[in-house]
Nanobody, 121 residues
């Protein structure tokens, strides 16, 4: 499975962005998916995750109520709608896929290349 993240950019605090993660390969619909983010000098941080059918979602406390994860298995694509963005959301955002849902980065087998999100104050 190859993952391609896109949709990052520069936005003012309070604004919105939608990230997309396009997957290649026929097994996408069988995989749990997640979004992580990382800033320089820090470990990769779990942001949100979704089960393979999309029936369950989990969010980090820091983004709960502001971010929404979703997936369209027919399009092999996952999304992260980010609203009410804050400067502390600034990071490189990565999408990832795993055979089993998890909130820890080492559990994910496949990673996209990352997309930069910068929120100005």
């Amino acid at each position: 499975v190859q993952l391609q993240a896109s949709g990052g950019g520069l936005v003012q605090a309070g604004g919105s962005l939608r990230l997309s993660c396009a997957a290649s390969g026929s097994t996408f619909s069988n995989l749990a998916m997640g979004w992580f983010r990382q800033t320089p000098g820090k470990e990769r941080e779990f942001v949100a995750g979704i089960t393979w059918r999309g029936g369950s979602t989990v969010y980090a406390d820091s983004v709960k109520g502001r971010f929404t994860i979703s997936r369209d298995n027919a399009k092999n694509t996952m999304y992260l709608q980010m609203n009410s963005l804050k400067p502390e959301d600034t990071a490189v955002y990565y999408c990832a896929a795993a055979g089993r849902f998890s909130v820890v980065a080492p559990s994910y087998d496949y990673w996209g290349q990352g997309t930069q999100v910068t929120v100005s104050s």
